[in-house]
Every structure is written in structure tokens, then in C-alpha cells.
């Protein structure tokens, strides 16, 4: 059976911050603020009829690692960034259906305000708005808004069950047509189809309406990718798309399968929700130039193993510093990203460092690896891929967005043209 059709999408790793700034293809370092990096992404993966882009963010220069912002800084790690939401609206007026997805964490916004800029923002780019919802990891994170340190790792989840909740039923404060627009009653929104929320919860309270319309897609698309038992079912009760790394192709389809499952023992149509797993393509003329391309790369993780180290202790608020280079490490717990530290018992950090980078790697010429993503997702059986490629150049985009997927459509894998208006429509039509 040849495989089904499947989505794309690309994951922007360490946000709206400086990216490829110390390599060829990087463009002016001094100028990673502009949107114009951004901008060209959204517009060739819209040539290639990607679902989506994803903005990663976090909100603070991390000090985890030894104890310094310094490793941060020197590599531009993590910090510094600017808040992805502002990309949006660049974004939008540059393409017409590609779906932009901001990262806003529910630990640092208020429930109101986070309804009030995503309803915002559906408006402005007619329904093509998602909101990847995170719940924050670091302390120092949660030290840039007044606690001495993060709310622990389920309660996080448990706060954001609540939290959702109050943003949907925003979302959803003014009826349809509650808008009349009548000029001679007059009559601009009906009073009757406008109803406050009342929502007293445990953490979050909030009265409503929402102080605008209904947006085109009224929710938001939601993106999760919560990887612990407790954020599983959080993504499980309110996600469209999961965003899911794993190791290998072996463990795509079992990670699907209980995603899968998650949903169905909430009474959801498993299909209503999209897997995306994140691959990390390297495509070239030949196989022998892409392997040399990423022996480049991997050359340069193991020479500065204390900036990917200094990552994964930003992301776990573990030292990985006191760790000796080259011995296994103990049983390690995090209130952090706990699915991510379960992997790291009785490796090194050395080869944690090595791994670091996240996704699936595929090495090879477009042909070679569109067949190698047709057979992971053939085992996998669905829903689809997230690029991700920490440190991207227009090159780099180019050669993924008119080599590989033009390649990928070849196949008849992947959508040459996009179905409906809305992101949430063209994220479901398959
Ligand atoms: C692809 C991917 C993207 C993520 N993006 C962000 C992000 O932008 N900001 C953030 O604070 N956490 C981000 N996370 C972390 C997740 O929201 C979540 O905390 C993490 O996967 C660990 O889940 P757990 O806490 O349930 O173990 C991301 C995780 C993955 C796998």
C-alpha cells in the first residue's frame, strides 16, 4: 500500500533569536532582530504548502549552567530572544494560507490577556493563528514574574487545564452572529448573544466577555508537546497538533499509537488530533557531500560541548557542569522537562551533548531522503514531519522548501496546493 499523504510543518528551535550567526549563508549577525529571515521562511514553506511554522520562545537569560548567563551568552543559547508574537503579523502580510503558530506560556500570561492577543491575531491574518501552549520550565523564567521559583511540574498542567478553559469559552463569548451591524436601529453587536464567562477556578478567575468578536477560526489551532504522563493528557484533552521528539523511527509509530489512545479515552475523534515528528534533513548533491556537511556539523557540537550541555541544564534546571565529561550519570529527576531527563540515566554527558539537537537525522540527496521520510511515516502511519534545524540559512531553506519537498510532492506525499482558507481546516482535511 503506497503511504497516505501526510503534513508539514517547521519547528523555528531558540525562537525569534540570531540564528546560523556563526556560519556561512548566515547573512548580517548584527541584524538577527529584522524580520526578514522569518518573513522568507513563511514564504517559501508556503510555496511548498507546509502546515505551519512554529515559534519556539522562553522568556529569560537562563544561569543555570555553572551557575552563569555566560555559556548563554556566548553562544547565543536560549537568549537572546523577541517575543515570536510580534513575527506573526510580518508573517501573515507576506503569505495568504501558511498557519503560525507563537509560543505563550500559561505560567506567564494571564488567561484574559493571552484569550485577548490570539483572538487578535486570528482576526488579522483571517484564520491562520495557532498558539503552541507551554506551561515553563525554569526557575529563572518564573523569576522575571515575581516567584522564587517554578510551580511544580504537574500542578503547571493541572493550572493549565484551567487556564485553556477559560481562554476557549473567551473565544467563545460572543455568539456567532452577534455582531448585527445594523446602521439604522442602530445596532453594532447584540447584547443578547454576548455573554460574560463567570469562570471561578482553583488558580484562575475571570469574568468575560471577551472585549472582541469571534475570530475565523474562533479557536485558535493548539499546538502541545508535552511529553511526561501529566502533560500527555493535558496535549491529549486540548491539542489539534502534538509536536513529538523521538529518537528514532522505531519509536514514531508507538509514541502515535499512544497519542492515539490518550485521545480516545477522552472521547476524542483521534483523527481531530496531528502528530508532527521532528527530522532533521540535510540534503546535498550527492550523499557523499550531505554526510560531509553533517560530519561538519557534529565536528562542531563535540568542540563546544558546554553549549548544547548549557542547554539541556536550561531545559531540565539540572548542572550538567558537575557532571565528569565521560561517566554515566546518575538517576536524575527535573521539574523541568521530566520526559526529556528520563532518557539521560547512565549516559554521559558528552554523548547527552552530542544528542542534544533534536530530531530525527535523514542524510542524503533530496531523492534519498524524501524515500526515507515515505518509509518512517509509511511505519508510522501518520500524521507527519516538523523540520528542525537549530541553526537554518536561506540555503538551508531553500534547499528544504524547493528541493526536498518538491521531491516529497513528487511522491505524492505531501500537498502541492492548499485545500481551505483557515489553518485549522487545512491541518484537518487529511
Ligand atoms: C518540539 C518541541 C517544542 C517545544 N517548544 C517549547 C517552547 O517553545 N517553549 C517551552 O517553554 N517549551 C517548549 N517545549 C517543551 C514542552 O512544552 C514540554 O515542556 C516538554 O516537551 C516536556 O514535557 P513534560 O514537561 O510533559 O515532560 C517544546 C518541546 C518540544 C518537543
Not at 488567561?111 to 507551554?134: I, K, Q, Y
Not at 476557549?168 to 464567562?197: C, N, Q, Y
Not at 483521534?270 to 502528530?275: A, Q, S, T, Y
Not at 548542572?319 to 529527576?333: I, M, N, Y
Request: proline share 6%; aromatic share 10%.
Amino acid at each position: 500500500m503506497p503511504c497516505a499523504p501526510f503534513h508539514l510543518a517547521w519547528f523555528v528551535s531558540r525562537g525569534y533569536g540570531p540564528k546560523a550567526w556563526r556560519y556561512d549563508w548566515g547573512g548580517d549577525p548584527s541584524r538577527w532582530m529584522m524580520p526578514d529571515l522569518f518573513v522568507d521562511l513563511a514564504r517559501s514553506m508556503e510555496r511548498a504548502g507546509f502546515d505551519y511554522v512554529m515559534m519556539e520562545d522562553s522568556c529569560n537569560v537562563p544561569y543555570t549552567y555553572q551557575g552563569s548567563h555566560d555559556a548563554y551568552l556566548k553562544y547565543a543559547m536560549a537568549a537572546p530572544k523577541l517575543d515570536p508574537a510580534v513575527l506573526v503579523p510580518y508573517m501573515a502580510m507576506a503569505t495568504r494560507r501558511i498557519g503560525l503558530v507563537t509560543t505563550l506560556s500559561t505560567t506567564e500570561y494571564p488567561p484574559f490577556l493571552l484569550a485577548r492577543l490570539m483572538n487578535s491575531l486570528d482576526h488579522v491574518t483571517e484564520g491562520r493563528v495557532g498558539w503552541n501552549m507551554v506551561t515553563g520550565s525554569n526557575d529563572g523564567g518564573a523569576q522575571n514574574y515575581g516567584m522564587d521559583r517554578q510551580i511544580e511540574h504537574d500542578e503547571r498542567y493541572d493550572r493549565a487545564d484551567e487556564f485553556a478553559e477559560i481562554v476557549t469559552r473567551l473565544w467563545e463569548s460572543w455568539e456567532a452572529d452577534a455582531m448585527v451591524l445594523d446602521r439604522e436601529a442602530p445596532l453594532f453587536a447584540d447584547g443578547a448573544k454576548v455573554h460574560p464567562i463567570d469562570y471561578q477556578g482553583r488558580y484562575h478567575s475571570c469574568r468575560g466577555p471577551l472585549s472582541a468578536p469571534r475570530s475565523p477560526q474562533v479557536r485558535p489551532v493548539l499546538c502541545q508537546a508535552g511529553g511526561s504522563a501529566r502533560g500527555r493528557r493535558f496535549a491529549a484533552r486540548w491539542s489539534d497538533t502534538i509536536i513529538t521528539a523521538v529518537r528514532d523511527v522505531g519509536a514514531m509509530k508507538a509514541t502515535r499509537e499512544r497519542i492515539r489512545q490518550d485521545a480516545v479515552a477522552l472521547g476524542r475523534d483521534p483523527d481531530g488530533i496531528k502528530v508532527l515528528f521532528l527530522v532533521d534533513p540535510l540534503v546535498d548533491h550527492s550523499l557523499a557531500a550531505a554526510e560531509d556537511r553533517r560530519r561538519i556539523l557534529e565536528a562542531d557540537v563535540a568542540l563546544h560541548a558546554d553549549q548544547h550541555l548549557a542547554s539541556l541544564s536550561r531545559l531540565s534546571g539540572i548542572d550538567f557542569a558537575r557532571f565528569p565529561l565521560d561517566e554515566p550519570l546518575p538517576k536524575l529527576t527535573s521539574n523541568g522537562h521530566q520526559s526529556v531527563v528520563d532518557h539521560f540515566t547512565g549516559r554521559t554527558p558528552r554523548e547527552l551533548a552530542m544528542r542534544a539537537e533534536l530530531g530525527i537525522r535523514f542524510t542524503g540527496t533530496v531523492e534519498q531522503v524524501a524515500g526515507m521520510m515515505e518509509e518512517a511515516m509509511q511505519e508510522a502511519g501518520g500524521d507527519g514531519f516538523l523540520i528542525v534545524h537549530a541553526d537554518f540559512t536561506r540555503r538551508y531553506v531553500a534547499e528544504i522548501c524547493d528541493g526536498l519537498v518538491p521531491a516529497l510532492q513528487r511522491r505524492g506525499l505531501t500537498r502541492r496546493a492548499y485545500e481551505h482558507r483557515t489553518f485549522r481546516e487545512n491541518l484537518l482535511a487529511y
